[in-house]
């Protein structure tokens, strides 16, 4: 599937905000759209999203620029945080898979410390 760009202009009426309105968006980074080499700003599916997003946030829920500069950066903090916990997640499945061969290779008792492991994956899974 290619993408699809669009002008400022179709932007602009696709997303019912004038292109001064996205100009100001984009001096305040909350917008970057491609710039091709004659310097024309095209705009993806997703950027239409985010300037949906921002109208939203401003023209309904009130929110001024500088509040919509925060929660798009928390946004982004909460997605990278997600992404850490999910690795970290699988590097204790592997290391409780580890642990559990070792135990199965010594052939004790390995009862109370897989009931330990098996509890600490639980809680860190739960969401």
């Known amino acids: 599937m290619s993408k699809k760009y669009y002008s400022i202009g179709i932007a602009a009426e696709m997303v019912d905000l004038t292109q001064q309105t996205i100009r ?26 985010k300037l949906r997003s921002i109208k939203y946030l401003s023209q309904e829920l009130g929110v001024n620029l500088a509040g ?3 929660i798009f950066r ?9 992404m850490e916990r999910e690795q970290l997640i699988r590097i204790l499945f592997e290391a409780s898979q580890y642990l559990n061969n070792l135990l199965d290779d010594r052939k004790s008792d390995p009862a109370p410390v897989k009931s330990s ?5 639980k809680l860190l899974v739960k969401e």
Do not use: V
């Open 24 to 49: 100001l968006y984009e001096s305040r980074d909350l917008i970057k759209p491609i710039r091709t080499k004659s310097n024309k700003r095209l705009f993806t599916d997703k950027d239409l999203e």
């Open 117 to 121: 492991l098996g509890s600490l994956l």
């Open 68 to 70: 919509i500069e925060i």
């Open 74 to 82: 928390m946004k982004e903090q909460i997605a990278e945080l997600r």
